[in-house]
């Protein structure tokens, strides 16, 4: 009989550089692994070529150790960026098996995990911010971990974007659309700006 593995994670992303002319200095990954998924938002310091090269290098990282603990992700990745151009960083890995979520954020890279609409418990819960870059200054810092539930969404943004996004926000849309609409609603347009929404699949089939 054939196994059928149900994704983890249904995801949507938009972006925008400050300028259209030059590299946004905002990546997102976004990376299955056997029983799982890491997903997150990077900002590079800054603006332009050197910037986007910073949140692409650890991008690279993140994809290639992506079953690792959230922890020591952030640990790699700041070695790597050592003596060039720093990142800020949020990271949320999903283990499907015991349908928990760990994420961590360094820097200023908002967090915010929307309940699915008919649990009765807490609405959301917001990703605590350690301070630091990483390249540059890697906080004391221990993770998160919390149980989902299948229609839980994440969602990530850079400082592009104001931090009030998550008032009036339709669980019910999909995850690009709350992504497009975060966007398009709540941008500053004083700098690169990066929404990734993930929604919850479920557990193991």
């Not at 609409?117 to 540059?136: E, F, H, I, N, Y």
């Not at 926000?169 to 700006?193: E, F, V, Y």
Request: proline residues 4%; neutral net charge.
């Amino acid at each position: 009989m054939e196994t059928i593995t149900r994704p983890t994670l249904e995801c949507g992303v938009a972006a925008r550089a400050l300028d259209a002319r030059s590299e946004s200095g905002d990546r997102h990954v976004i990376c299955p692994f056997p029983g799982g998924a890491l997903v997150g938002v990077l900002d590079g310091l800054g603006h332009g070529r050197e910037a986007s090269a910073a949140a692409l290098l650890a991008a690279s990282i993140l994809e290639e150790h992506a079953q690792e603990p959230v922890s020591s992700l952030f640990r790699r990745c700041h070695e790597r960026l050592r003596f060039g151009r720093g990142v800020v960083m949020s990271l949320a890995s999903y283990r499907r098996a015991d349908e928990t979520m760990t994420w961590m954020g360094v820097g200023n890279v908002e967090g915010v995990l929307l309940r699915a609409p008919d649990r009765g418990d807490v609405a959301q819960a917001s990703l605590t911010l350690r301070a630091g870059v990483l390249g540059v200054h890697l906080p004391d810092f221990a993770t998160e971990i919390l149980p989902v539930v299948r229609g839980d969404t994440l969602v990530l943004a850079t400082d592009g974007i104001r931090g009030d996004f998550s008032q009036g926000i339709g669980r019910s849309l999909s995850p690009q659309m709350i992504a497009d609409n975060i966007l398009g609603r709540w941008r500053k347009g004083t700098d690169d700006a990066l929404v990734l929404v993930a929604r919850f699949s479920g557990g193991a089939p």
